[in-house]
C-alpha cells in the first residue's frame, strides 16, 4: 500500500542538486535529476556520511565524505554489488515533493 509523504517544496532542490530530509525518523537523500526525482536512504552505508549533502551527477550521487558512489534510481554502490542503499518512490505536484514510505512500521 502506497503512502505518500510531502518531503519538499519544487523549489528547495533545483535540478542538478539532491537535499537531505528526515522524515518519520528516516535520514534520506532527495535527488532532483534531469530524468526525475529520486529518493535513497541518506546515511551512507560506508560510515554514515550525509548523501544528501553529496555531488550529484546525472543519477550518480557521491558521498562527501570518502567518496563513495550510488546510483540515485537504484540505490547500488558503484563499485560493490553487495552494497545497495533503499530506495523509495518518488512524485511531484505542481510545487511539492512526495516519497512513499509504504506501510506503516508494525507496532
Ligand atoms: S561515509 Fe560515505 S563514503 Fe565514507
Do not use: K
Not at 2 to 9: D, K
Not at 70 to 97: C, H, I, K, P, Y
Amino acid at each position: 500500500m502506497s503512502r505518500w509523504i510531502p518531503v519538499a517544496l519544487i523549489s528547495e532542490c533545483p535540478e542538478g542538486e539532491c537535499i537531505e530530509r528526515i522524515v518519520e525518523g528516516r535520514v534520506i537523500a532527495l535527488a532532483h535529476t534531469l530524468n526525475g526525482w529520486y529518493a535513497i536512504d541518506g546515511v551512507c552505508a560506508h560510515q554514515g556520511g550525509p548523501l544528501g549533502n553529496g555531488t550529484l551527477c546525472q543519477t550518480l550521487l557521491t558521498c562527501p565524505w570518502h567518496g563513495w558512489q550510488f546510483d540515485v534510481a537504484t540505490g547500488q554502490n558503484r563499485l560493490s554489488s553487495a552494497v545497495r542503499q533503499q530506495v523509495w518512490e518518488v512524485r511531484q505536484d505542481d510545487e511539492q515533493v512526495y516519497v512513499d514510505f509504504g506501510e506503516y512500521p508494525e507496532g
